[in-house]
Every structure is written in C-alpha cells, then in structure tokens.
C-alpha cells in the first residue's frame, strides 16, 4: 500500500525553514537516535557509514544501551548530547517518533530523518499517526524527512545517513572532500528507497558524480518539489535525476523547475503511474484523452524537464550533463569509420526527431581538400578506416565539423584501436572548441578515460547512445529558447465561483455565447421552443440544418440520440423534432430541456477537438487534436499547461499526425492555420477567465474552414466546478 499524500503539509516558520533544509543536506553534526553497534542492523548501517567514510562533523549516537559504539561516546539521550546537532536520524519504531521529535525539538534541532515504516503507508492507525507527525512538523517548523525512507547522503562531506548497504560497493569518490568541479554534481532524489539506491549504482558506474541521495519516503512533512527547491539554488549540485509516483504541489513544482532551468541545471525523471484513472468518471472527450500522465508529459515539456524512459536511460543522459558546459542543439555531424555505422546512426538520430543536415558545399569541398580519401562527405560523414593512416586529417575533419555553423554537435563512431589512433587529435579539437563531441566505441579503446577529460562524453552503446542525445539535445535546444508561460495552480484556484455571463449549469448554447464573449468564434445559430417555430426557421434557410436537443444535463447528444443532421423542409424539420425529443426523454429522462437548438450545417478542410481539464496537480490544461467523429478513434492529441497563446497553439498543431490535412496535402485547400491558433487562444482565455469555475471546456468541433475564412465552433460543452466529476486522485 502507497503512502497517502498531504496536501496541506507547509510547516509553520518556528524554525527558519531554509536553515533547517541546509542542516538536513549538509549538516555539520549529527545524532542517531537508536543507533546499533550491529552492523546489520539499520541504526548500526548509518552509523557504521558515518565512521567508515570518516564524516568530518561530530558524531552523537544514542541508545541508553552503550556506553560506547564504534569507539565514539554513546549518550543516553537526546538531553545529554553535549552540543545540539543539526539532524537527528530516528531509527526507532514508529509509535517512539513523535514523543523522540518533541524532545528534539525542546533541545532545539532544526532537522530530522525518520527511517520508520508503519505510517500511512500500512494501515488508518499509521495514517492517523503520520497526521500527527504533520501537525507536529507545522507547529514547530522543524524540517523532517520521511517517514518511511532510506535516508540522505551527503557524498562530498561524507554525511552518509542512509541504510542502503551499496555504499561500501560505491563508496564516495576520492574528489569528494576536494574543492568544486567546475562541471558539478548530480543529486538522486526519489520516492523509491530501491530505485534511489538502483540508480545511484548504476549512475556511478556511468559516470555521473553524485554529491546527493536523497530517498523522500512517505513525504508527509517535505514534498517532493521542496527538495527540488532547495537543489535548485545549491551551487554545486548541476544536474537533479528522480523517480516520481505522483506530485502533490504542481505549484511548488513549476516554480523549483524554473529555478533550475534560469540556473542552468539539468532536471531528469522517470515518472510512472496510472494514466487513466483521473479521467474514468469524465463526461469530455478531453477528459477522456488527457489522463494525468499527458498532464505530466505536457508540463516536463513547457517546464524543460527531462524524461527517461528507463533507469539506464536516465543515468545516460546524466552522464551527458555532465558536459553541460559545451554548446549543443539538435542539428548533428555524424563522422563514422563505417559507412553503414554513419546510415544506421542516422537513421537512429532522425527517428529520435534530431536533424543530420546536409552540410554546405564549401564545408564538403574543404573536407574533400583537406581529407582526400574519405568517403561520403554530405552528413554522414564516411572517414573509411584509411583516415587512420594519415596523422592530421583526423584533426582536419573533427576539426571543421567542431567549428561550422551548420551543426551543434558531433559524433565519432569508431572500433577500439581505432579510436585510440585518433584519440590525441580528437582531444587536441575538444580542448579548442567548446562544441559537444560525443564518441562511441565499439571495441575496448584504452583512451575513454582521457576522452572524458578533455570534454568528450564516451558511449560503448550504439542504441543507448541516441537515446541519450535525443532527450538531451532536444533539452539544450529548450534551454535556448524562452519557455511557454506556465500559470501555477495557485493562480486559477482562488476567487470566486460565480462567473458573469454564464449559468452554473450552462446548456451549449449559453456555453457558446459566454465564449463568443472572449474571441472564440461561433457558429449563427437559433434556440427554438416547439415545433411550428422550428419549422418556420427551417422553411426559411437555405441550407440544410443540424438539429440538436439543448440541455444542460446532456453532454453527449449524439449518444442520447439528440442530434440530427442535414435536416431539410417541413416534413425532415418535423421529424427530427421529434426524434431528438425522443432520444432525449429515452437516455436522460430526467434531464432539463431548453429548447431545441438549429444551426446551418458548414463545410471546411478539418475539424480539431480544442478542450480545458483541471488535472489535481497542475491545474487547467488543454488538450488540441484531431476532431468531430474521429477523437478517440484516433486520439491524434497533444497538451499544454494554460495559458495557451497563439505561438504555441500553432506548436501544438505542427504536432499533430492530422497536421499536412491543414498545409494543402495532395493538393487540397489549406486550412485557415492562424484563425484556428486565435481561436485556441481565445479558449484559454475564456478557461483562465472562469477560474475557479471551470472544470471542463470543449469545442468538439472547431470547424477549421479554408485560408482566410476563418474557424468556427459548432459545439462547445461547459462543466462547471461544481458539475464536473471529480477524477479519481492519481495513486502515489
């Protein structure tokens, strides 16, 4: 059983919180209550690592039972400690926490670590109990970590207060009581004690230099985005790597997010959960294409935060963070010593929506002069295996692929000796540019290690390799540009739900007239109460007629059997009349009726289906894809946090599958591409204006009608705060 969230877990200021969160990363002194001199035990592990690794600060075990452990003094309590510590790690059972917490907090320690399970994780007792904690956390502003959780590490100080065993298979490196690296460390932050201790193994093989580890547990008093926060202005800590079940504070997040990216730091995870169930209950087809997973794919995007797919591809693209420092961008030079190796990386590169351009004629025709016998020369790049016969020519091509304007990057295939051959003046080139050079060895090449010196990141992967450029080059890329505006959800969530202009349960037609109210165009259209009127109006069109029930009560009219369509003269007029009060009275015989509603059936070159969910965790966001009948047969979508401005309206439209059916595909008419990117910004104006209030808001369809004549909503449905469903909360 997961540990249930709280949502409302900010500590009250007793202590100065930023104080507090310093001494729980990198404290100076530290105390174990329940500490062992069982080495197998968790309270002897933490402590064992605190010797073993010769943490620099004091230590203070305490356990009534020892005189001494581990040759320190063992003190019986917390009282008796000589000097107050920053943190204190509880090893203790659960039911001895809170009363262990009020003692620590009466000697007046800022931070704590709680590694004991049976909190909310186990059963409503320990729920109860984990309540308590969080109230204990508000009134005294003491910072505690967990419970449930493996602890923290800090590896440069060597304040190892985790219980994972690993350590002593990784041990801190040498460097890490050393000065700063100009390149940084990473952080491991999760809320898996298995994947933390999984990736910190698997990172260190990679590579990645950690300075933190950092296990969240239960968070009942510290949330995820709060140790993001903290990492996000710590100046040795470059790059964050995470696992994430769920987020409680989509605000706390997207502010921590930004932080990092302003300061340029690398923030990469894998998140994994259930994508349907927050939209299970939903009566939109938007609710039904936006589960929270795209919610979080949507925000990683907007927010520049980096997405792995697996552990191995995780700790790849951390690796290449570290190399941060040299410029990089999508567009790649792929020099391969094996013309097919250059194709099949190609082809990897491009799938992964990187660019291998064809480079300039006088670039060619410079490698070519320069470089006579290699082979292909338009990107990829053939070097053939005798370039490593000829000293210097090496230098020339990686040279002039590390210096043109026409890539961001380069990669170096080559075997083993190979490799070695041209090590030097790879090295030589690296130490002139300050462009990314990624090499990939196929064979056992003795120079990987200088390589990565000199700046030059090595993959021995072919696969694993792209994989990792095509998540992180598309992140340098991102942070190049400006970000799309992210509203948090602390600012559509407060106010008033009352909203001029619209009906708490607001039929289509009220929905479409408040909406006209914002920009988003609407179809003309007729609200008509009996018969005889309807009648008159369809003996007075001339045009066929779509005939539609107007209730507030029915959000799928089609399905109910409330719609009709191509409806002509008296006779189809009376007809479908009756056969939408019918299908109406049949599937919701409850329902309110307002009318019948009559509008003129239009043409265009495509419908896309534009709606607004409130997601839990990040607040209102839009969903824009393929429309009408072909929504979720299809599911042709993509998303974004509001606000939605006309930019990125036209990025999420270039995203579509069904995008060429808008340019003119095979010689058709082209769409009116900008009315459509004004009307899906009018939507998100007209949701951001609701607040509060809007709990769905969907145009199915937005008629896109040919170049220069615009859009038009022809069916628009509005779910109230108070009417929409509430989606099942998220599993964490």
């Known amino acids: 059983m997961k540990a249930e969230r709280h949502l409302d877990t900010h500590p009250a200021a007793a202590h100065d919180t930023n104080a507090g969160m310093r001494k729980l990363f990198d404290p100076q002194s530290i105390a174990i209550i329940g500490a062992t001199g069982d080495r197998r035990r968790i309270g002897g592990i933490a402590l064992d690592h605190l010797v073993a690794f010769e943490y620099a600060g004091s230590i203070y075990p305490i356990n009534p039972k020892y005189e001494a452990l581990f040759g320190l003094p063992c003190y019986p309590d917390i009282e008796s400690v000589p000097n107050t510590p920053d943190l204190v790690v509880l090893s203790v059972a659960a039911a001895s926490v809170l009363p262990a917490l009020e003692r620590c907090h009466a000697r007046g320690v800022a931070a704590a670590i709680v590694y004991a399970s049976g909190f909310a994780e186990e059963s409503a007792a320990g729920a109860a109990l984990q309540d308590e904690l969080v109230r204990f956390a508000r009134r005294t502003g003491m910072v505690v970590s967990g419970p449930n959780c493996m602890g923290h590490a800090n590896l440069r100080t060597r304040a190892i207060t985790a219980f994972a065993t690993l350590f002593k298979d990784y ?41 933190h580890f950092v296990n969240t547990g239960n968070e009942a008093c510290l949330e995820f985005s709060e140790y993001l926060s903290y990492l996000a202005d710590e100046p040795d800590t470059r790059t964050i790597i995470g696992y994430i079940e769920g987020l409680r504070d989509g605000a706390r997040f997207i502010d921590a997010a930004r932080r990092l990216r302003a300061n340029g730091k690398a923030l990469i995870v894998i998140k994994v959960g259930d994508t349907e169930k927050g939209a299970q209950a939903a009566l939109s087809h938007t609710a039904a294409l936006s589960g929270n997973q795209a919610v979080y794919d949507a925000a990683f995007r907007q927010l520049g935060v980096m997405r792995a797919t697996d552990p191995s591809h995780l700790v790849d693209i951390a690796y290449l963070a570290r190399f941060s420092a040299r410029s990089a961008g999508r567009r790649v030079a792929v020099a391969s010593i094996s013309g097919a190796m250059g194709a099949l990386l190609t082809d990897l590169l491009v799938a992964r929506g990187l660019d291998v351009p064809t480079l300039p004629d006088a670039l060619q025709a410079e490698l070519k002069s320069r470089a006579p016998t290699i082979g292909m020369l338009a990107n990829p790049i053939d070097l053939t295996a005798q370039i490593f016969d000829q000293a210097g020519v090496a230098t020339a091509v990686i040279g002039s692929l590390a210096q043109t304007e026409a890539v961001d990057a380069v990669v170096i295939y080559a075997t083993g000796f190979l490799l070695d051959r041209i090590a030097d003046e790879a090295i030589a080139v690296a130490r002139s540019s300050g462009r990314l050079i990624v090499a990939i060895d196929s064979g056992r090449a003795t120079c990987r290690e200088a390589l990565q010196h000199a700046g030059i990141p090595v993959f021995t992967d072919v696969a694993r390799c792209v994989a990792a450029l095509g998540t992180y080059l598309h992140w340098r890329a991102f942070q190049s540009t400006d970000a799309a505006p992210v509203i948090p959800p602390s600012q559509d969530v407060s106010g008033s739900v009352s909203v001029p202009g619209i009906e708490r349960d607001a039929d289509e037609h009220q929905t479409k007239r408040w909406l006209a109210g914002h920009g988003v165009p609407v179809v003309a259209e007729a609200v008509v109460a009996d018969v005889e009127s309807a009648v008159r109006f369809a003996q007075g069109s001339s045009m066929p007629l779509a005939v539609k029930i107007l209730s507030p009560d029915i959000a799928h009219k089609t399905e109910a059997g409330g719609v009709r369509l191509g409806v002509q003269g008296e006779a ?34 495509c419908e896309l289906i534009v709606g607004v969910t409130r997601d839990p965790v990040f607040g209102l966001a839009m969903t824009v894809g393929l429309g009408g009948i072909f929504t979720e047969l299809f599911r042709d979508v993509t998303h974004r946090l509001l606000p939605v401005d006309e930019s990125t309206a036209r990025e999420m439209l270039r995203e579509l ?4 059916l808008m340019t003119g595909f095979r010689g058709k008419p082209a769409a009116d591409i900008d009315a459509a990117c004004r009307a899906i910004a009018a939507v998100s104006r007209a949701a951001l204006a609701l607040g509060p209030a809007c709990g769905e808001l969907e145009i199915n369809p937005l008629l896109v009608r040919q170049v220069g004549m615009g859009a038009v909503a022809l069916d628009a449905l509005l779910l109230t705060a108070q009417t929409a469903p509430a989606a099942e909360p998220e599993p964490v």
């Open 171 to 211: 041990p801190p490196p040498a460097e890490a009581l050393a000065a700063k690296d100009d390149t940084g460390y990473a952080a491991v932050v999760t809320q898996s004690g298995n994947l933390c201790g999984m990736l910190y193994a698997l990172g260190c093989e990679r590579g990645v230099r950690f300075k």
């Open 572 to 605: 189809g007029m009376r007809e479908a009349f009756a056969a939408v009060h019918d299908g109406a009275r049949r599937s919701h015989p409850d329902a309110k009726i307002n009318g019948v509603l009559l509008q003129p059936m239009e043409s265009g070159i």
């Open 657 to 660: 599958k069904a995008y060429p």
